[in-house]
């Protein structure tokens, strides 16, 4: 599969606890198996405590690039969360960016305790429609918890991005690079994770 764009980038954003990590990583070795080059940076807020956290990955044929992708010129943020997505848009995001999301939102401390109000779902979402050119979204913290973890979202989020013919992410690659990194007895519900993201992930209309 060609590039759209040489680089094409990437952003996977949530909040620390939720796999952004690992997400990226998985990723990026199942490119490199076809044979893309990878640059990977991370960015980090209080991220123990639920902050930001965001893998930058940048998939080439030609090279390695500069690990940060520059503002303006994201062409795909995973969201692991609504609102995390909708920052990382503002200030990455461009009239072409696509959105892949999941639904279930974390609250931070300052909403929990009462000091700040989170925003409806559904205006995070119709904001997040109104400044990209594709939105898809899921639920995959639901799917996680059905699997008896929500931190198998990251893998669901992987398994909804395969289908969405950006990039070649095909179920072979991604076995051989979970049998590579995780354990073995960990192999089952993770490839679960990955069908299951794969049949939930929808297209919002324009």
Known sequence: MALQKDPWNIIITGVGGQGNVLASQILGQMLVQQGYIMTIGETYGASQRGGSVMSHIRVSRRGQFSPLISEGKCDLVIGLEPVEALRVLA????????????????????????????????????????????????????????????????????????????LPLRREEFQNVIQEMLPSHKLQLNMEAFDRGRAAVQELPP
């Open 91 to 166: 200030n990455y995001g461009n009239p072409g960016v696509m959105m892949l999301i999941n639904t279930r939102p974390i609250h931070p401390i300052d909403v929990i305790a009462g000091n700040a109000v989170y925003p409806e779902l559904s205006v995070v979402l119709r904001k997040i429609q109104r400044l990209s050119r594709r939105v898809w979204t899921l639920n995959a913290t639901e799917i996680g918890l059905e699997l008896g973890d929500p931190i198998f979202s990251n893998i669901v989020m992987l398994g909804a991005l395969s289908v969405l013919d950006l």
